[in-house]
């Protein structure tokens, strides 16, 4: 962790002891940045995340331009169904397609197990390149989307309302289910493995759909899964994890236990009252509104106060907001929340819990 000139980030995720909070953004590295749309004029999201030169660019960016504690790299939580077999479509507009989505058991056959180091080079590389050119300034994350959150996408074949193909899948073939995770879960351990040895500093598991699920399903079709990813990533210099359950605001006390540093929250929660609740067990990440990026200065500074206060003072609190940066969010605001939280935050650090 010496290597790198701002460790902030990876203080906090130990809960060590640091001068200030760090703040990076979900979807940091995206289109809200004019510099990033200059760049995917010439290329399409999917050859951006295929090709490590633009990726690491992508990736550097919000460091340069907004100052953030940590980079994340840029890529997307569908590759790896994609390097599993399935055909990935992305339209612009409406998100990422599965033309032909899983849904029988002939379909798990037709899924092969990955070497994150073959199917999947390109993010290798990527990370590899962008860990080099970041010099050590920042560190650099990696990262997937839980075994849940992959096969929602993968059964329901695009985006849903009611998740009709998913909640049947579960209900009426619970077996073929846990096979289909339990695959995931393998892959997304070998894949976040492979991230750390290429050079991320840290990783982090997006459950962006935990929340769809009741708490015992919750119990049976997530959590489970995600345990066992934490459980089993090889690090090589006992790199952090972070999971990030969307909406899971009923099992916090079991995801604390998962075996992750950091849980990350979503803005519905008070950060407060999840900290009291968790008794110290991890370190917290969040968990602002992002559509308060949407407000004026004053008010994202108001706003992020809050955050802040109700954190409280002591180590193990990394700002973030409590979902990915919107598209349309002006910069200059998330450069005026940035530059808050590194001017107003030290006063939290000063006094010990």
């Known amino acids: 962790m010496s290597k790198i000139k701002n460790d902030l980030f990876l203080r906090a995720c130990k809960k060590q ?3 200030r909070t760090p703040i990076w953004v979900m979807r940091q590295a995206g289109r809200y940045l004019p510099e990033y749309r200059k760049i995917r004029e010439k290329a399409d999201f999917l050859t951006m995340c ?7 660019e992508v990736t550097i960016q919000p460091v340069d331009i907004i100052g953030v504690d940590a980079a994340i790299i840029f ?4 590759v790896i169904p994609e390097a599993m077999g399935m055909f990935l479509e992305m339209n612009e507009g409406k998100g990422p397609v599965f033309p032909d989505p899983f849904r029988t058991e002939s379909d798990l056959k037709k899924l092969k197990s990955i070497d994150p180091f073959k199917e999947l080079k390109f993010v290798m590389d990527a990370v590899s390149l962008a860990k080099r050119e970041l010099k050590g300034r920042v560190p650099l994350i990696g990262f997937c989307g839980s075994p849940f959150t992959l096969m929602t996408y993968m059964v329901e074949g695009k985006g849903s309302k009611n998740y009709t193909y998913l909640k049947s899948l579960l209900y009426n073939k619970p077996l073929l289910a846990h096979k289909l995770l339990d695959k995931l879960a393998d892959a997304c351990t070998a894949y976040l493995s492979a991230k750390i040895e290429a050079g991320a500093d ?3 598991i997006f459950d962006t759909w935990g929340g769809i699920l009741s708490p015992a399903d919750y119990l049976e079709f997530s959590l489970p899964y995600i345990e066992k990813i934490v459980n089993g990533i090889t690090k090589k210099n006992n790199e952090p994890v972070i999971v990030f359950g969307k909406g899971v605001h009923y099992k ?3 995801l604390a236990k998962c075996g992750a540093d950091v849980l990350g929250l979503d803005w519905t929660m008070n950060i407060g009252a999840v900290r009291r609740k968790i008794g110290g067990r991890t370190a917290l990440q969040g968990n602002l509104d992002p559509t308060v990026l ?7 500074k108001e706003e992020a106060k809050k955050v802040l206060e109700s954190y409280g003072p002591g180590p193990g609190h990394i700002f973030n907001l409590g979902h990915g940066i919107l598209p349309d969010v002006d910069p200059a605001k998330l450069k005026v929340l940035v530059d808050y939280v590194k001017s107003e935050s030290g006063k939290y650090h000063k006094e010990k819990m």
Do not use: F, R
Request: net charge negative; hydrophobic share 35%.
């Open 252 to 254: 916090l006390k079991k």
């Open 202 to 204: 840290a990783v982090q």
């Open 75 to 78: 890529s997307d939580i569908l």
């Open 17 to 19: 002891d640091t001068e």
């Open 50 to 56: 295929k090709t490590p030169e633009l990726a690491a």
């Open 294 to 300: 949407y407000a004026n200065e004053d008010k994202i």
